[in-house]
């Protein structure tokens, strides 16, 4: 039906819609190879002038910029190479093949058309091909365009830039590992950004982490005096967001520094600069009254377990009344972890009485001393339990030693989980910091399967 419409009207292939779009563009989207020849023969034998309305439409070039469509865009340029200055979406062929990642329309445009490399859009970035290849997360296409590798754009922004702003770790990565794009680490842009204020200002953790590795990076400030973590800390909601956090605790890993505060202050959102805010007040209390409820729990269990100690007492002699196993290290070491835990969650909730005075200073001090004490106390109670379960099965060497080992096991998976979120302070030992790589990737994932959920619906 198609064909028999173009010959019965081949004048209507160029006219366009109130859309600006044509019917050649509708067919070169359909991927109908066979009905563009015929279209565009139309057009160069007996229609030449048509070429400056398709350029006023929807680019024709641009459309064929898709998966397995490579023979159309070869169709249309090598029979119509100006069609090539055509401007879409502020973009030029070039740039809309590499942002999508299309290898091959790369290959081709690069290869007939050299020049389009430095040819720049027309959007207020001014961005160029290898830059839309960086902000798409393309390597391979990135590869393609590598002696565009120090252009800028308008912002005076370099690949690095362009790729950790957008949050590209993989392109991040690559990059780093070639000696002669070093200094592009601490290169800044127009408003004095590094790649790391850029990855903090648009929270990509992934790639704060990697830039933070690199020993080549220095904390710097930009033209407002901010670093990196006062820039994450600012476009932070307050307090700071579940989907933020992985961002903040990779810059307090390295002992990122803030701006005195004089500086950061006058950038401060609203919700930061009034500390009394009522939301922020509830939202604060309601996490005290978390932590109150646990440390409660806590005491009143660990209370429980010093009268009801393994192994019972003994029921006469001169020693009646006494633990029976009060002779066992094991034993020792459970009523020494019990009695700790105890005291600790005691402490935990004299320290939380604080928020009844409704002040936020005072309810986040005790937030701040309440909660790496909970961590604690939580472990002092879980080493309790396992050697007062080890104790009593003495008699059973192999299940006790399971129990132990268990016991060992998850006690280390809570603190791996537990201390990162606590207290992500400096860590300067390279073994160390990796040791805490799992409970921040595992944070980091569930940052990112909340954040899809939250797009899609």
Request: net charge positive.
């Amino acid at each position: 039906m198609t064909v028999i419409l173009v010959n019965e009207c081949p004048q209507a292939c160029y006219e366009l819609n109130e859309m600006r779009i044509s019917p050649l563009y509708m067919a070169i989207k359909l991927k109908n190879l066979q009905l563009v020849k015929k279209m565009m023969n139309y057009i160069k034998q007996f229609e030449p002038s048509s070429f400056s309305r398709l350029m006023s439409g929807k680019s024709v070039v641009h459309a064929a910029i898709e998966p397995d469509n490579i023979d159309i865009l070869k169709e249309i340029l090598e029979n119509h190479g100006e069609l090539v200055n055509a401007i879409d979406n502020k973009q030029t062929p070039l740039s809309c093949a590499a942002f999508k990642g299309y290898l091959a329309a790369v290959r081709y445009l690069l290869e007939k058309f050299p020049h389009l490399a430095y040819k720049c859009d027309k959007d207020e970035d001014g961005s160029f091909p290898i830059h839309k290849a960086c902000s798409g997360g393309h390597v391979k296409v990135m590869k393609e365009l590598f002696k565009t590798r120090h252009l800028l754009n308008r912002k005076g922004q370099n690949i690095l830039h362009i790729a950790a702003a957008h949050g590209k770790a993989e392109v991040v990565f690559y990059l780093l590992k070639i000696p002669e794009l070093e200094r592009l680490i601490n290169r800044k842009d127009d408003r004095g950004n590094t790649p790391l204020h850029l990855a903090a200002e648009g929270f990509h953790p992934r790639v704060v982490y990697i830039l933070t590795c690199e020993p080549r990076m220095k904390q710097l400030c930009n033209k407002d005096g901010l670093t990196a973590l006062d820039i994450a800390e600012i476009h932070a909601e307050s307090p700071v967001a579940f989907e933020n956090r992985p961002t903040w605790m990779a810059l307090r890993y390295v002992n990122s520094p803030r701006s005195p505060q004089s500086t950061r202050q006058k950038y401060f959102r609203q919700k930061i600069e009034n500390p009394n805010d009522k939301a922020d007040l509830e939202h604060f209390k309601s996490r005290n009254d978390t932590l109150l409820l646990v440390a409660t729990l806590v005491a009143t269990v660990t209370f429980a377990a010093g009268f009801i100690v393994p192994g019972a007492y003994k029921q006469d002699g001169t020693d009646k009344g006494m633990a029976i196993l009060d002779h066992k290290k094991a034993f020792q070491v459970f009523l020494i972890c019990n009695t700790t835990a105890l005291y600790t969650s005691i402490l935990i909730v004299v320290s939380l009485i604080w928020e009844n005075l409704s002040d936020l200073q005072l309810i986040l001090l005790s937030l701040k001393f309440a909660l790496p004490l909970l961590g604690f106390s939580l472990s002092m109670m879980s080493l309790a339990f396992m050697t007062g379960l080890y104790v009593v099965l003495r008699d059973l060497p192999w299940l006790s030693n399971v129990v132990l080992g268990m016991g060992i096991v998850f006690l280390i998976l809570v603190l791996l989980v537990f201390i990162p979120l606590v207290n992500p302070s400096y860590i300067k030992n390279f073994v160390v910091r990796f040791w805490f790589t799992g409970p921040f990737f595992f944070l980091l994932l569930a940052c990112e399967k909340r954040t899809i959920s939250m797009t899609r619906y």
